[in-house]
């Protein structure tokens, strides 16, 4: 078996501690470890090392060999530019099908989510990859326990055995109300943005659902043919469709297979998200420096200077060395906002 991580994002949302030189997926935000490296080592329980490959942006080459030393260099893809995860993933499994049999199965997964049971992790890619022999594109759907907006769902229809469910559709993000009757009808699934599926099945889905994508990955391969691995592709990679794999393919594709599974997950969306999955104080705050607090309830606090609350309560406040966040705990899925201001407003220097 072989791992795909998907490693070149920005991680926007945890400004200000993630910022272009240093995003999300290389923070310490939940242990000692980065979020790449806590990915790294749930799969390497059972995948070696050499067939475990990082996708990522050049700019952030340098620090995934800093952050996984024991990573082979030609184990790191580069991807020239963001361009959603379908043209993520097509590139990479054009470059797999350069190093490895293509009946060999690929589990898909980001960089920077949380997963809790690693034992269980580790069985569900084993009921994966059986149903990935059989050519089937293989999706993981987190059981949900409570009705996310923030989260798209998929659909299960016929019951396969216990472990296995067909796919009847993938649903955007919906609002409390049909989120709700999601989570009553018992057969919807958060979207984990994780899958499995053979190397050779899913170019072969490219082929038949995203053709554009084909036609310009065998550019690419002949660009690598000429040049190496090594090649500068930009002129052709800039020409992939922006679309996540979900809509490209998996809502497109006949031999769809969800796997519903139950072990801690989370994509650590936001601070708020953090804050959820943090461990609290008797006044359920969390606060990651030298505090006093007085009636403050609910909070989450990162910074470097000791910090007195006094009457706070829902609120985020972040600092980094030249930046200072605070907002409402239910506003913190906004701070991509701010970012997107500072980008527009020129002030590259807090980007």
């Not at 072989?2 to 070149?8: N, Y």
């Not at 400004?15 to 990915?39: A, C, G, V, Y």
């Not at 990859?129 to 759907?141: I, Q, S």
């Not at 009847?168 to 699934?189: C, H, M, R």
Request: glycine share 6%; net charge negative.
């Amino acid at each position: 078996m072989i791992a795909l991580i998907m490693a070149g994002g920005i991680g926007t949302r945890f400004w200000p501690l993630s910022r272009k030189t240093n995003p999300k997926q290389f923070l310490n935000i939940i242990s000692e470890d980065s979020m790449l490296q806590m990915t790294v080592k749930r799969l390497h329980t059972k995948i070696k090392i050499e067939d475990i490959y990082i996708v990522t942006a050049g700019s952030q080459a340098d620090l995934t060999s800093k952050h996984l030393p024991c990573l082979p260099q030609e184990n790191i893809i580069i991807e020239p530019f963001g361009m959603n995860t379908a043209p993520c993933i097509a590139l990479s499994a054009q470059y797999l099908a350069r190093k490895h049999n293509k009946n060999e199965k690929m589990i898909v997964l980001p960089a920077d989510h949380l997963i809790a049971l690693n034992d269980d992790f580790v069985a569900s890619l084993e009921i994966g990859a059986a149903a990935a022999d059989k050519d089937n594109l293989v999706t993981f759907g987190i059981k949900p326990n409570y009705p996310a907006t923030g989260y798209g769902y998929i659909e299960a229809g016929d019951k396969i055995d216990d472990q296995k469910f067909s796919v009847v559709q993938f649903k955007e993000k919906p609002d409390l109300e049909t989120a709700e009757q999601f989570l009553n009808s018992g057969n919807f699934f958060w979207n984990s943005g994780m899958f499995m599926w053979k190397i050779e099945t899913i170019l072969d889905a490219y082929k038949e659902y995203l053709p554009k994508v084909a036609q310009i990955l065998k550019k690419i391969d002949a660009r690598w043919d000429e040049d190496g691995l090594s090649a500068d592709i930009s002129s052709e990679y800039a020409l992939m469709p922006k679309i996540p794999v979900d809509i490209g393919i998996m809502e497109q594709a006949e031999k769809r297979i969800v796997i519903p599974v139950d072990y801690g997950w989370s994509d650590v969306g936001s601070w708020k998200a953090l804050y959820d999955i943090s461990d609290k104080d008797e006044n359920n705050n969390v606060i990651n420096c030298e505090y006093e607090a007085i009636d403050s309830n609910n909070n989450y606090i990162n910074s470097k200077k000791f910090v007195a609350l006094i009457g706070i309560d829902d609120l985020v406040v972040v600092e980094s060395e030249d930046a200072l966040l605070i907002t409402k705990k239910d506003r913190s899925e906004d701070v991509k906002n701010i970012v997107e201001k500072l980008k527009k407003d020129g002030k590259e220097e807090l980007l």
